[in-house]
């Protein structure tokens, strides 16, 4: 027989205890026949397997003993400021703090005046503090927890954090290490890191963009997701270990290759789930680190002009000059929410000026320097997000009012997905020449562009101030360019209703999906369902041949990569993601 539910055979016994972080693990064995049925229900700690065997690391056995306090607030003047305290010792700290006073109830906000810890009630710290106790372990950091809400006066948060250490106490009283309360409720169960990420985001959200991308990551459900698949890839791999130490010597139910093929399902349906997510998360990036715009163009059409304009300031210089800009000139911009920085570059040319001779009767070529700036601007424009082709108006002598554009530029637009043709200097000339040259230009240069057919190019000024369009009454102006460009940006970032909790997906958190992915195709190619096996569906007599060893492992190694995700890894790797996550806190957090 093999592992039928209901002959779950149960061995406890006791193992060497483990150390992490200074906290003892105690692991206890559950022999592999229990596993089918238990392993959904072992969310909340720490599981490896070895040698088959799932094994779980339970609630720590021995209670931190310090505890820890901070401003939770920021320093400097305000109304009020908030200590935060957390640890064993909070009780000893509100009878220190207010000798005399009953105990409070729990989590119900009480006025206390504040004394000294060895003044005998004498030395008044704050006359009226609101004070709040939560008892552990439902509180934010799963210990319990005490909140001095006292008047935001630097000297008083000076006297009552001073006072606090002083306070008589079973264990020690410190001041918390940068993210620490987090991290302690992390370590107590209270979040996992996918839901510590989240806050950390929310903490550093600038735009509304990506406040509302990191509140939607503070759910929890990407950690049940990555721990549902984590232990959906453990139970596989469990189930495979026990084919392995047990196929010669018992007989069971499953065959080998009905198992395989029954894995490789799950496998599958992971493997979707994850491409799902790492598209998501491409999308979240845009919102979290900005999303690039390039301005392109020959020189002198005004790009820098029309960076000035949208930024709001001088970012960039202005001049008549061809080639004013030579270096990328980069300025962020909150544009309705969403965080974005735009690159001014160097205009394309390969002359000095267009149609220039040399003394020897050569086109006279450009110097190295603004050579490189274009060489910069090729790289910045591959870069980006978006890409700006900027083109202007001019009035020759010579040749009369015709368009100045730069073909290399328009092609460099057309290879992206999300880009603008812009027209400045709208100003040069009346609206009856403007309408003719654009569509000349629409028809004799867009039209021939792979990619820009059809594109109506968005006509503006930087110079005249009533040219800068509005987006209800005009299509163009530059009010039009930002228009068009938050249509742009909607179109990057969104997820549809169901999917919006993936905006939490975070770059760390990506790279993992990705290396978990790879593991997942060498399984499936040491089944024998890589790359050509898996169009067909499952074919169940490959299980036959599979290399059981190798699937297992890479198994292990997925479940690992999942593990890192919420910070339920492998035993070694759970302090260095926790170094990578909390360097980013603040102290109080
Ligand atoms: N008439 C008119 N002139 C403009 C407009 N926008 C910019 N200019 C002028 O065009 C010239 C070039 O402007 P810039 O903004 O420096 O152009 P650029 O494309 O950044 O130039 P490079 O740095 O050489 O690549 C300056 O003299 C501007 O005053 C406009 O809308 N109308």
Redesign the pocket.
């Given at each position: 027989m093999y592992r039928g539910a209901n002959r779950c055979v149960y061995t406890c016994f006791r193992w060497p205890r483990y150390d992490i972080l200074g906290i003892q693990f105690r692991p206890i064995r559950l022999a592999r026949r229990s596993i089918t049925s238990s392993a959904a229900s072992l969310s909340g700690n720490r599981d490896l397997i070895e040698n088959g065997c799932l094994i779980r690391y339970q609630t720590p056995i021995q209670q931190r003993e310090d505890t820890i306090y901070a401003l939770s607030t920021a320093e400097g003047k305000a109304g009020i400021a908030v200590i935060r305290i957390s640890g064993p010792s909070c009780k000893s700290i509100y009878d220190g703090l207010c000798p005399s006073k009953p105990t409070l109830k729990p989590r119900y906000a009480t006025i206390r005046t504040l004394y000294h810890p060895n003044s005998n009630g004498s030395d008044i710290l704050d006359s009226e503090a609101l004070v709040l106790f939560f008892p552990n372990p439902k509180t934010v950091t799963g210990d319990d927890v005490l909140e001095l809400h006292v008047h935001g006066g630097s000297a008083t948060v000076k006297a009552v954090l001073s006072a606090i250490p002083k306070c008589t106490a079973d264990g020690p009283i410190r001041y918390a290490e940068p993210g620490e309360f987090t991290k302690r409720a992390f370590l107590n169960d209270r979040l996992d890191l996918a839901q510590v990420e989240a806050l950390s985001e929310t903490l550093s959200a600038e735009t509304e963009q990506q406040r509302r991308a990191a509140v939607r990551g503070s759910s929890g459900s990407l950690g049940r997701t990555y721990e549902d698949w984590r232990q959906k890839l453990l139970q596989a791999r469990a189930e495979m270990e026990a084919l392995i130490d047990f196929s010669e010597d018992q007989h069971f139910d499953e065959s080998p290759a009905s198992l395989v093929g029954n894995v490789t399902e799950q496998v599958r349906q992971i493997l979707q789930g994850i491409h799902v997510h790492e598209g998501a998360s491409e999308r979240s990036e845009l919102l979290r680190n900005g999303i690039k715009i390039a301005l392109v163009?020959?020189?002198?059409?005004?790009?820098?002009?029309?960076m000035?304009h949208v930024v709001g300031r001088e970012a960039?210089?202005?001049?008549?000059?061809?080639?004013?800009?030579r270096d990328i000139v980069e300025a962020n911009l909150d544009i309705r929410g969403y965080l974005c920085t735009f690159a001014?570059?160097?205009?394309f040319r390969t002359t000095a000026e267009d149609g220039d001779i040399d003394s020897y009767g050569s086109e006279a070529k450009i110097g190295a320097v603004e050579e490189e700036g274009i060489r910069r601007a090729r790289v910045k424009a591959t870069q980006s997000d978006v890409i700006i082709a900027?083109a202007?108006i001019e009035t020759g002598i010579s040749n009369g009012p015709h368009i100045r554009y730069d073909m290399e530029t328009l092609r460099i637009a057309a290879a992206c997905k999300e880009r603008l043709v812009v027209v400045?200097?709208?100003?040069?000339v009346s609206d009856e020449e403007l309408h003719s040259l654009v569509q000349q230009l629409r028809r004799d240069v867009l039209g021939k562009i792979e990619g820009l057919e059809g594109v109506q190019p968005v006509l503006?000024?930087?110079?005249?101030a009533q040219?800068l369009g509005s987006d209800q009454t005009d299509p163009g102006g530059i009010k039009g360019v930002i228009a068009r460009l938050v249509s742009s940006f909607t179109e990057m970032t969104s997820l549809p209703a169901t999917l919006q909790d993936l905006h939490g997906v975070t770059e760390r958190q990506r790279q993992l999906l990705v290396q978990c992915r790879g593991h997942l195709e060498d399984y499936l190619e040491s089944v024998g369902y890589g790359e050509f096996g898996h169009e067909n569906g499952v074919d169940e007599t490959q299980g036959d041949d599979a290399d059981i060893t190798m699937a297992a492992e890479h198994l292990r190694y997925a479940a690992n990569k999942l593990g890192r995700i919420t910070g339920r890894g492998e035993v070694g790797d759970v302090e260095e993601i926790l170094g990578v996550i909390f360097e980013k806190f603040c102290v109080g957090k």
């Open positions: 163009g020959p020189p002198n059409v005004g790009k820098s002009s029309f000035n960039s210089i202005v001049s008549g000059e061809s080639g004013t800009t001014d570059t160097a205009g900027l202007s400045n200097k709208r100003d040069a503006i000024s930087c110079k005249e040219n």
